[in-house]
């Protein structure tokens, strides 16, 4: 399970949960431009680097710029500072899933679906953080990713850092207004830091929106599409 909570997993989720008929990852920039123009008329070129819109993508990486009029129907390739890279990563894996806060319950339920029905419970939640350094607002996703899949009272074995994700995570949800003390949490962070910083501070509460989708973004291995 793949995580860059500000902002790739999330722009992911919410264009898929809006309509769009795929996402393409990729991590190079050239490649992304080059596989667009292989691709049907119509299709999207997304991403940022540094947090800014590349230079002639139709769009950015703010999950905010990908509505329903924008997005539904199109393919979408996209690249990311961190996020895509995180996903080229685990190309290995035998299943590849995107998570976030808006749709950590549905894919903590659909990973404990994919464990009952292929008989295997290695679940490994990568944190993509930033330039290659752990960023604390994707390890409190981990950690809200967690919270959900408890709630099924299986007995799951967590290793030192999950229990710790998990820990940040319940304290910050344990606010009167959980929302807005994640919001708080990413604000302190390196990745939200950077986007209060680029005048994008928009997407936090977005980002933060605890279940606010159902969508489980799932790599297809043979065609390299979210889907």
Do not use: W
Not at 15 to 38: I, K, N
Not at 79 to 100: H, P, Q, S
Not at 202 to 227: E, K, M, N, Q, Y
């Amino acid at each position: 399970m793949v995580i860059d909570v500000l902002r790739a997993s999330t722009t992911i989720a919410t264009a898929l949960a809006h309509g769009a008929a795929a996402v393409r990852p990729v991590a190079d920039l050239a490649e992304a431009r080059a596989l667009a123009a292989t691709l049907a008329a119509g299709t999207l070129l997304g991403g940022e680097r540094g947090g800014v819109r590349i230079e002639g993508f139709d769009l950015g990486n703010s999950p905010r710029e990908y509505t329903p009029d924008r997005v539904a129907g199109k393919t979408i390739v996209i690249t990311t500072t961190n996020g895509t890279a995180a996903l080229e990563a685990c190309r290995d894996a035998r299943v590849i899933l995107v998570g976030a806060i808006v749709n950590r319950t549905a894919v903590a339920d659909a990973v404990r679906r994919l464990t009952l029905v292929g008989g295997r419970d290695d679940v490994h939640l990568v944190c993509a953080g930033t330039d290659g350094v752990v960023s604390a607002e994707d390890v409190l996703a981990a950690g809200a990713i967690l919270d959900a899949a408890s709630a099924a009272g299986a007995a799951d074995v967590l290793d030192d850092v999950a229990l710790a994700a998990l820990a940040f995570y319940r304290r910050a949800a344990a606010a009167p207004v959980p929302q807005e003390s994640l919001v708080a949490e990413f604000r302190r962070s390196p990745g939200g830091s950077n986007l209060v910083d680029l005048g994008m501070e928009a997407d936090l509460p977005v980002a933060a929106a605890i279940d606010s989708l159902t969508v489980v973004p799932r790599l297809d291995p043979a065609s390299g599409r979210l889907i």
